[in-house]
């Protein structure tokens, strides 16, 4: 099988049903969910052999396959919600991690950069793509019926990514780093 088929060289490409423009915003939605698992897999790159990481590589793995499940509710020419991968338990499930996650870390008073370990910067790249990838999903759904469930999952899945840097930065026993300019922002 050639991996190339020639058939997106006129600036077209292919969905579910049909065909769009490659710059339509249900590509821009879906293709920034794709760009956030190739962010997700370096992330997940990053723990592997350590054990101390065993758990959230695990759970990296499963969000894996549901950024694919997301990318395919919003790749159809005509959605059926009969056909729809994303539900409502996956953003639950996620509450579940962040809750365990974030009894891990130190308290959080101010706002934070995002670095620290190398892990920790890749999984605030993460949340930020995410983020990107939600605008686009809304942006889209202002125009178009989709699955409302991957908005809902995009916008817990960052803050997921936001608590797992910061667990990354804690196991590994480097902090996180406050903004200087920050008061006291966020009640514990």
Known sequence: MKIYTRTG?????????????????????????????SFVGQAR???DGNDNFADTAEQLLQIQHELFDCGSDLAYARPDANTYKVSGE???RLEG???ALTAENPKLERFILPGGSPLASILHVCRTVCRRAERRTVTLARAAEVNP??????????????TLARTANTRLHIRDVEYVRSGKVFRN
């Open 45 to 47: 790159s990053l723990m």
């Open 149 to 162: 469930e991957v908005a809902v999952y995009l916008n817990r899945l960052s803050d997921y990514f936001f």
């Open 97 to 99: 991690w962040i809750d």
């Open 9 to 37: 060289d006129q600036g077209q490409t292919s969905v579910i049903g049909g065909r769009v423009s490659k710059d339509d915003a249900q590509v821009e939605a879906y293709g920034t969910i794709d760009e956030l698992n």
């Open 90 to 92: 996956m953003p639950q």
